[in-house]
């Protein structure tokens, strides 16, 4: 069953002489994109001259081995996830923490939707439990009726009225009602597919624009903070997966019921998942639309959905999921990896946050004597300070994150990326002001270390912070200055935590060394749980 869903969504143009460029996924993840899709890997090995995936086409390994995690009969799954903390009474044994993290929060999630995955109107419409997630071939919209233009509200769940909404097929509406109980802007489809309706016949459908390009739909959750706006990339790289689809040449909807345009400090992000333009649904006032085949994605604040208020499993850390989508948005917005350095010193940035609150009082103080350490004693690190303002291009930032081994910061959404840090990074939260789970859980998931304040008594808050609204005290409304020595102390444990990774030193070996190095490696990588993952 899951199989046969699988070929009649496979979006990709056979023969297309772009192919290949709009397949542009990294090279890591060639091996298991042709699992995925046999006929385009029969395709790369007939193109030898063009296809530059050929050499992982030619020496694919079993379909069991050379999968994300999600397919069936996958033996590779949860191979990245560790799991060596307790996890306070949510499981029973070891195994059973190490598939619920996976289930939860890695590849594991894609199975179980998939499993959801059913026909809501045969043949052209499927989704899995509670709209989360939808798919549709041959359906219309109508938005005559939208009056998108007339409003400034994003999240209108009354814009379909019965009959703008429908394709040929049959109708089970006792299940699609059924499945209206998480009816709300960012966690379902429901208020858009609820008066899905059944034509006769597809000429009937009289549309002004038919997209015929592979199209994915989304509802934003917020563009202007990085936190927020990366719950909607995760989301519809989760939906790439969900549908086996990852050309380029694919068509985004922004589905926004105001007349509002987007605007996002992080929008070049868009490119590494389209090379079309964005199309918001106020483009449709006034007209019917038919789409061949379109994805409603997963949504930025589901239950148990990706990543904002997700209840994760303590304990553990690193998922296939969180490490593929950094490697998929750091190649296809091409951002070299230039580290680690020959010198073997640790490339430290450090956040100077310029706004009004949680700024580090003695910043200059703490940089000197890091500095001054780090040049009498070998040299052991390089720090870079930068404030992450709207100067600086986001590719420009993200190019900085990457090239860091240890990133450092207050609280604040701008620690999201840490989600862009290399394998073998760590991740300092130098106050977390008693929100101590929020990028906690974030590191955790991508799997880089965290590292945050420990002593209370070295630590001065300017005052006690009070909510700028509620006017109750509040820790992230303050500034605080640190204690230099204590700063100096868990800083000198971080870069002895990077030096030591396995993947830091592969990774430098394999960068410096001049004779083949691959059977060191491997023994090295042996004693770590990466072994079994290649990508
Ligand atoms: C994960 O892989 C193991 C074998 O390595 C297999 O027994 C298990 O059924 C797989 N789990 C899922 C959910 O696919
Ligand atoms: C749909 O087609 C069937 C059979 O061709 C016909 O009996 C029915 O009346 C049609 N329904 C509508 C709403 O046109
Ligand atoms: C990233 O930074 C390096 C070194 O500064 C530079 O050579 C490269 O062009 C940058 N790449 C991007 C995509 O910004
Ligand atoms: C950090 O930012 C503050 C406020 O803009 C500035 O005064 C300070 O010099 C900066 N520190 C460093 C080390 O760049
Ligand atoms: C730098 O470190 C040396 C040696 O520990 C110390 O004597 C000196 O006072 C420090 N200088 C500054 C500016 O902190």
């Not at 001259?49 to 999968?67: G, I, M, N, T, W």
């Amino acid at each position: 069953m899951l199989s046969i869903c699988f070929l009649t969504f496979l979006f990709f143009t056979v023969g297309d002489s772009n192919t290949w460029s709009d397949l542009d996924i990294p090279i890591e993840h060639a091996a298991y994109f042709f699992t995925n899709n046999p006929s385009i890997h029969a395709q790369c090995l007939a193109d030898q001259a063009r296809c530059p995936y050929y050499e992982q086409a030619k020496s694919l390994p079993p379909f069991d081995v050379a999968c994300w995690g999600y397919e069936p009969n996958c033996k590779n799954n949860a191979s990245l996830v560790q799991c060596s903390g307790d996890s306070h009474g949510w499981t029973t044994s070891k195994e059973k923490q190490i598939y619920e993290f996976w289930r939860t929060a890695d590849f594991g999630y894609i199975a179980e939707k998939r499993n959801e995955l059913r026909e809501f109107c045969s043949p052209s419409l499927e989704c899995v439990d509670h709209l989360r997630f939808c798919r549709a071939k041959n359906i219309y919209i109508d938005f005559r009726h939208t009056e998108t233009s007339k409003h400034i509200d994003r999240y209108r769940e009354d814009i379909l009225k019965p009959g703008d909404i429908g394709g040929h097929c049959k109708l089970n509406r006792d299940d699609l009602i059924k499945n209206g109980d998480h009816k709300s802007p960012l966690q379902s489809w429901f208020s858009e597919l609820q008066f899905f309706t059944e034509i006769n016949d597809t000429n009937s459908f009289n549309c002004d624009i038919t997209i015929t390009k592979p199209t994915i739909i989304i509802k934003l959750d917020s563009g202007y903070n990085m936190y927020h706006h990366f719950c909607d990339f995760i989301n519809l790289y989760v939906t790439q997966h969900m549908n086996n689809m990852f050309s380029k040449d694919i068509q985004i909807i922004l589905w926004d019921t105001s007349k509002n345009d987007y605007w996002s400090f992080f929008s070049t992000t868009w490119t590494a998942f389209t090379s079309n333009r964005l199309i918001h649904i106020n483009e449709f006032e006034g007209k019917r639309v038919c789409f061949q085949n379109i994805a409603f994605s997963f949504l930025a604040r589901m239950f148990y959905g990706f990543y904002y208020n997700m209840p994760l499993i303590p304990g553990c850390t690193q998922t296939s999921l969180f490490r593929s989508f950094q490697q998929y948005i750091v190649h296809r917005l091409r951002i070299p990896q230039l580290g680690p350095l020959k010198s073997n010193q640790i490339r430290i940035t450090l956040l100077n946050r310029t706004t009004q609150y949680r700024q580090i009082l003695n910043v200059n103080e703490i940089v000197q004597h890091l500095r001054n350490i780090s040049t009498n004693e070998n040299s052991e690190y390089l720090i870079n300070v930068v404030d992450y303002n709207i100067n600086m291009p986001f590719i420009d930032q993200l190019n900085i994150t990457h090239n860091t081994d240890i990133f450092m910061g207050m609280h604040g959404a701008g620690l999201t990326h840490l989600l862009f840090l290399p394998d073998w990074a760590a991740i300092f939260e130098i106050h977390n002001c008693e929100d101590k789970d929020c990028y906690w859980d974030l590191a955790r998931l991508r799997g880089v270390k965290y590292f945050t304040w420990e002593n209370e008594a070295k630590v001065y808050p300017q005052d006690e912070g009070k909510h700028p609204t509620l006017g109750t005290p509040h820790k992230k409304f303050t500034n605080y200055a640190f204690d230099k020595y204590e700063f100096a102390r868990i800083v000198r444990k971080m870069v002895k935590y990077v030096k030591e990774h396995a993947a830091y030193r592969s990774a430098k070996r394999m960068k410096y060394s001049t004779t083949n190095s691959i059977p060191a490696l491997e023994a090295e990588q042996r004693h770590t749980k990466t072994t079994k993952d290649e990508f």
